[in-house]
């Protein structure tokens, strides 16, 4: 009977004990390390909310006028309490009885230790009489979420009768934000690891083969967690919700497509080695340049975002680097150790066998089996020119759409995908007030020696209903003297649209015109519309910036992998082609079929860096397979060869990518669902058309030069017949990995 790897492993050859028993210890020792090490750590990931930004400073663009404005601004004694808006509405018309009992609601309030200031209102509604409101100012340093939700409790423990209270307001969305992001520490992982285990059971067929790659992926995010957790309470980065969702499903994701490309290559050496250690140290060179390119090539493309100027987009990329940096580290160490010491028995109960041995089965059954993509690999080698024009055309046709892709922004009330109290009240507080009670003024900061020219030409903008500078409290019927702050005065210009509409965005673009023509005033304009405005304008110069700069890095980094300058740029054209025809099809759901609001701005920008740097690796692992099969087949039969030998693992490692992303969709927020369609759906195509289709066609088609100026393609004369390298595949897909 054959003895199991790992006993073999343990035991050895005679003569040989101390040798061979050395790789089971160092093993046993590394899996404890991990386990005893990073175990401990994951309790720091239910941390991460301490030390999350979430409030508007964590996604304003850097040095923008908006920003600075909004910075000078602070310094202007206005209040510091963010305003928390408590609307209160009836089916009936509100008599003397009801303002009296909202005005004691509002003396209760006023003792409460997060409130700065007094309580404001009841204020009587001026288009609907059945709707009051109360102002509550909530303490800057207080925690918002917390106080809000004591806030609800207090209102719904001392009810008004025949009145429904509802919290909205600046204070009111920055909670229910923050409540939203709250299912990332539970919803979002728990999804994400039983759609991975779902899908590794399936590829497995094994019991506890999935568990150990869950088991790595958990040790890499609670390795990566405790990184994150340090340097963000450090002030080293900036962490916010959106950021530690993607590192929950980046680490996740990508830890087990490393696992998967090892396993197979392990999986392939366990038939032609002997003992376990030697198959595990195998594989582990075998994958080791592409998943160290793969991973190099998203942790450089990553870290390009700190080229960004929008703060969101800036502090994403070194949270995504360490937790790439840690999924590969559990993937190369952690996860072969565990290999080891479980040997063959870790495949159980379909255990793979040494060549030659009786197998049954079982072989055909397990993802060494190659049968479907030996299929597809003898399908692009009779016509490759019709594989790749195809597959273009189709991409094109998608591709066309991608120009309506509206990535404009939307208003904070359609950023949420479920009702919230915060939308419902402000939709009351519209009812009852107008809609010119969303309005938020913009905040003009300028010399104060030309405060009445700033006055002046800000009230002379259409779109403007009156400007005036913010002053010190007067007496009684008096107005008191403008604030002065190191020089500079702040003007409060009303306008006439709601603050994050297309109307208010045009009339700051025209304010800051007309401001500009005062000279000497030194005007910077803030404010709501300003901030979108900036934002907007910011996301298109991040996109500019930061897509040739990704595109650059990752073709530095295939250079050297592929030994080619031609195959890295067919890999960057088929990947920014994939890109485009997913932003088409995009445009296409998001408006015609979902009826969705814009999306963020920079949407597009995330979208395209997951998914050159996500997406290239595919190819890279197919290329990197090729370029090895090359050197001892010849290019023809290499191309196809590792076509079919790692088509089922990359399949796999595709659909486990896409599902982990899918999985931001549980977050009840539109950023995040829209960007986990479009990655999700990208990584699909990559997987299936790009990496299947038309990579190898293209390599085909070109021949050996592909790998120009290498030596890849004249390693092996190409004599042999297309019509005999179509044979060899066509047995290979019958047959087990070459």
Same mark, same amino acid.
């Given at each position: ?196 285990? +779902?899908?590794? =059971? ?5 019991? $506890?083969?999935? /568990?150990?790659?869950?088991? @790595? &992926? %958990? !040790?890499? *995010? ?96 070194? +949270?995504?680097? =360490? ?5 590969? $580290?559990?993937? /190369?160490?952690?996860?072969? @150790? &565990? %290999? !080891?010491? *479980? ?114 030409? @800000? ?280």
């Amino acid at each position: 009977m054959p003895e199991v790897g790992a006993v073999r492993a343990w035991r050895g050859a005679p003569g040989t004990g101390r040798r061979r028993r050395l790789p089971g210890a160092v093993a046993a020792v590394t899996v404890l390390a991990w386990i005893l090490g990073a175990g401990p750590l994951g309790s720091l990931l239910g941390a991460l909310g301490d030390v999350q930004t979430n409030d508007q400073s964590a996604f304003l663009p850097i040095g923008a006028e908006s920003t600075r404005a909004g910075e000078l601004a602070e310094g202007f004694d206005r209040g510091d309490g963010v305003p928390a808006i408590v609307v209160y509405s009836g089916e009936d018309e509100l008599d003397g009885a009801d303002l009296a009992a909202l005005s004691a609601v509002a003396e209760g309030l006023a003792d409460r230790p997060w409130v700065d200031g007094s309580v404001v209102g009841p204020l009587p509604g001026t288009e609907d009489a059945s709707v009051a409101q109360l102002i509550v100012p909530i303490d800057a340093g207080a925690d918002t979420g917390r106080a809000v939700g004591e806030l609800r409790d207090a209102l719904a423990q001392d009810p008004v009768a025949g009145l429904q209270p509802q919290v909205t307001g600046p204070a009111g969305f920055a909670a229910d934000l923050g409540a939203a992001f709250g299912g990332i520490d539970t919803t979002l992982l728990l999804v994400a690891l039983a759609a991975v285990l +779902v899908i590794l =059971v399936a590829v497995y067929r094994s019991p $506890l083969l999935p /568990l150990v790659v869950i088991v @790595a &992926a %958990l !040790l890499a *995010l609670a390795l990566s967690g405790a990184l994150v957790y340090a340097a963000a309470d450090a002030d080293l980065i900036t962490l916010n919700g959106q950021s530690q969702g993607i590192l929950f499903i980046l680490v996740v994701g990508a830890c087990t497509d490393y696992a998967l490309l090892l396993v197979a290559r392990h999986r392939e050496e366990l038939a032609v080695r002997d003992t376990a250690a030697e198959a595990v140290g195998a594989a582990v060179r075998g994958v080791l340049g592409p998943i160290l390119a793969s991973a190099g090539t998203v942790v450089l493309g990553v870290l390009c975002l700190l080229a960004a100027d929008l703060a969101s987009t800036r502090g994403l990329g070194p +949270v995504v680097a =360490v937790g790439i940096g840690a999924a590969v $580290l559990s993937a /190369l160490t952690f996860l072969p @150790a &565990a %290999l !080891l010491l *479980l040997g063959r028995a870790a495949f159980w109960p379909l255990t793979p066998h040494r060549r030659g041995e009786p197998t049954g089965p079982e072989a055909d059954a397990t993802p060494g089996g190659h049968r479907l993509w030996g299929a597809v690999a003898a399908s692009v080698g009779r016509r490759p020119r019709a594989s790749w024009v195809g597959t273009a055309v189709l991409l094109l046709a998608a591709a066309v759409f991608a120009p309506r892709f509206d990535a404009e922004g939307s208003s904070q009330a359609e950023i949420f995908r479920t009702e919230v109290e915060a939308v419902d009240g402000q939709q009351t507080l519209s009812r009852g007030f107008g809609t010119g009670s969303t309005a938020a003024p913009a905040l003009v900061v300028a010399d104060a020696d030309h405060a009445d020219a700033v006055v002046a030409a @800000a009230e002379g903008v259409r779109g403007v209903t009156g400007a005036d500078v913010v002053a010190e409290p007067g007496p009684p019927g008096r107005e008191g003297a403008p604030i002065v702050e190191d020089g500079r005065v702040l003007v409060e210009a009303v306008l006439a649209a709601p603050p994050e509409s297309a109307e208010a965005v045009d009339t700051v673009r025209e304010l800051r015109d007309s401001l500009a023509e005062v000279e000497g005033a030194d005007a910077l304009v803030g404010g709501v519309a300003a901030t979108t405005l900036d934002t907007r304008e910011t996301a298109r110069r991040d996109f500019t910036v930061v897509v040739p700069l990704v595109l650059a890095v990752v073709f530095l980094v295939l250079i050297p992998l592929l030994r080619s300058l031609v195959a890295p740029l067919l890999l960057m054209a088929a990947n920014v082609l994939s890109f485009a025809a997913v932003l088409g099809v995009g445009a296409l759901v998001f408006d015609h079929v979902l009826d969705l609001p814009p999306a963020d701005p920079v949407v597009p920008l995330f979208a395209f860096v997951f998914l050159v740097a996500l997406g290239i690796d595919y190819s890279i692992f197919l290329m990197s397979r090729a370029r090895e099969e090359t050197l001892a087949h010849g290019h023809r039969s290499g191309v196809l060869r590792a076509l079919t030998v790692t088509g089922g693992v990359i399949t796999s490692a595709g659909v486990v990518l896409a599902a982990t992303f899918a999985a931001l969709a549980v977050i009840p927020l539109l950023f995040l669902f829209q960007l986990a369609f479009l990655v999700a759906f990208g990584v699909l195509v990559d997987t299936l058309l790009v990496r299947s289709l038309l990579v190898p066609a293209l390599s085909l088609e070109l021949g050996a030069r592909t790998w120009w100026p290498g030596r890849a393609g004249r390693a092996v004369p190409e004599g042999r017949g297309r019509s005999t390298d179509v044979e060899r595949v066509e047995h290979t897909a019958g047959a087990d990995a070459p």
